[in-house]
């Protein structure tokens, strides 16, 4: 049975692949000018491009990275910018086999007509800026939503979130770049894991609805969900095999396994336990590449021990490495404590 031939479909095939290879997973750096400022107020730094710069040529100049990280999320800034001595950030990252990535949502704004809930802006425009991102060297994209338990989630929300990414992964694949497609189901809540697990049910039940009405090629996608966990204010927590056992219940009823892989977000989760869920599911085969696309679960060390001082770099870098290795051994299954 072909794929329906597009013009860049074997292409995309062939990055979701490198993306989704063994022991590989994304660094993601794709903050907001918002959001770093607020990482980089957590060490005392001013949010300055010039800040912005440094830690980002710190974490993507990590010697050795690319044997851990096949793909990074970047913001529009640093998708242009170049390192100190005048490289490229996407030619550095070439040099390691990571494929470069950029962030192409807007952004989330109210939803007008639901229970206090969001949408997310960037259609207007896409395939332009899709297409300049491309001759830039970004080969996949990343467009973020998210689905609140506690405020519904309203009908009104859910089916707008999927419709949303279904449109924009469609507008990427047709100017080259890979969807990575991240309905967030946020933590916030008091709700137990099965509430969660409903909620993803749904969701990703109208996400591939949506796809396949758009004619996204689904072997040419990268999904970004959220484990399923507990409301963050539900009075148990829980372990590691019963995240990986509910957040896989979800995947194998919902995920073709035309998709090629699956990056999870740490969603806020501590470093070492991103990295423990992920080993959890790891723990017997699945049908697509059980990976992590990790913003602050492979930041939180690094930022703490660079504190904006040049001397420490070196040491930051290390500790990149470091979670960078973990999370490798997870996809692999083979992380203990
Ligand atoms: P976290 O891993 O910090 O939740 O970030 C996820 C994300 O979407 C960044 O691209």
């Known amino acids: 049975f072909p794929i329906q031939a597009k013009a860049y479909t074997d292409e995309l095939i062939q990055t979701a692949k490198t993306i989704a290879s063994p022991g590989r997973g994304i660094l993601a750096i794709d903050e907001s000018n918002a959001t770093a400022g607020k990482r980089l107020a957590s060490i005392g730094l001013d949010n300055t491009e010039v800040n912005r710069q440094a830690y980002r040529q710190l974490l993507l100049t990590t010697p050795g990275l690319g044997e851990y990280i096949s793909g990074s999320i970047l913001f529009e800034e640093t998708l242009y910018q170049s390192t100190t001595d005048g490289k490229k950030f996407v030619d550095v990252l070439r040099e390691q086999e990571i494929v470069p990535g950029i962030k192409v949502d ?73 969807p990575i497609v991240e309905p967030e189901i946020l933590l916030d809540g008091d709700h137990p894991i099965e509430r969660t697990l409903e909620v993803a049910e749904k969701v990703w039940a109208e996400v591939f609805y949506y796809l396949a009405e758009n004619n996204v090629v689904f072997e040419g996608i ?55 869920n992920l080993n959890a599911m790891n723990q017997s085969p699945n049908p697509w590449h059980v990976s992590f696309s990790y913003a602050r679960a492979l930041q939180n060390s690094v930022l703490k021990t660079w504190q904006g001082r040049p001397e420490n770099v070196e040491a930051a870098q290390q500790a990149l490495l470091i979670r960078a290795k973990a999370n490798s051994l997870a996809q692999l299954g083979r992380y203990s404590a």
């Open 106 to 178: 807007k952004g989330l704004v109210p939803l007008p007509g639901s229970n206090n809930e969001s949408w997310c802006q960037g259609l207007d425009g896409l395939a332009s800026r899709s297409a300049e991102y491309y001759k830039q060297g970004a080969r996949f994209a990343k467009w973020r939503t998210v689905v609140s338990v506690p405020c519904g989630p309203s009908a009104l929300a859910v089916k707008e979130a999927a419709w949303g990414l279904a449109r924009y992964a469609a507008i990427s694949q047709d100017n080259g770049l890979v």
């Open 222 to 276: 990268l999904l970004k969900p959220s484990m399923v966990t507990p409301g963050a204010e539900h009075k148990e927590k829980a372990s590691p095999e019963a995240i990986a056992k509910h957040t896989l219940t979800v995947l194998r009823r919902r995920v073709p396994p035309a998709v090629p892989g699956i990056m999870f977000l740490s969603g806020g989760q501590s470093e070492v336990e991103a990295t423990l």
